[in-house]
């Protein structure tokens, strides 16, 4: 089994940053993809950033692109969302994600999830 652990979630004015980690342990393979989802209130669980380890790869959903930067450390099994000019419907849960396999973007398709971590952008 595969356990996420996740940090950086907290309150942060609009225009400010946060950066969120998450650590994946466990039975671990080179061929992983992690991913970053978020759920508001009353809103569906989206896609919002993702990498892959083999092939290398990153992508964001456009709502967040230019503002957050997905990267990742292969040899401890972390990726880190850096999320600069927050705005206040980037309010949501943050829920880091792994998978076996190449990256993906639907919610589905991941096999393993962390408990959230409550991102609160105020105006």
């Known amino acids: 089994q595969v356990q996420l652990v996740e940090s950086g979630g907290g309150l942060v004015q609009a225009g400010g940053s946060l950066r969120l980690s998450c650590a994946a342990s466990g039975r671990t393979f080179s061929a992983f993809a992690m991913g970053w989802f978020r759920q508001a209130p009353g809103k569906e669980r989206e896609f919002v950033a993702a990498i892959s380890w083999n092939p290398g790869n990153t992508d964001y959903a456009d709502s967040v692109k230019g503002r957050f930067t997905c990267s990742g450390e292969y040899a401890k099994n972390t990726v880190y969302l850096q999320m600069n000019s927050l705005k206040p419907e980037d309010t949501a849960v943050y829920y880091c994600?792994?998978?076996?396999?190449?990256?993906?973007?639907?919610?589905?398709?991941?096999?393993?999830w962390g408990q959230g971590t409550q991102v609160t952008v105020s105006s």
């Open positions: 994600a792994a998978r076996y396999g190449r990256l993906v973007y639907a919610a589905h398709d991941y096999d393993f």
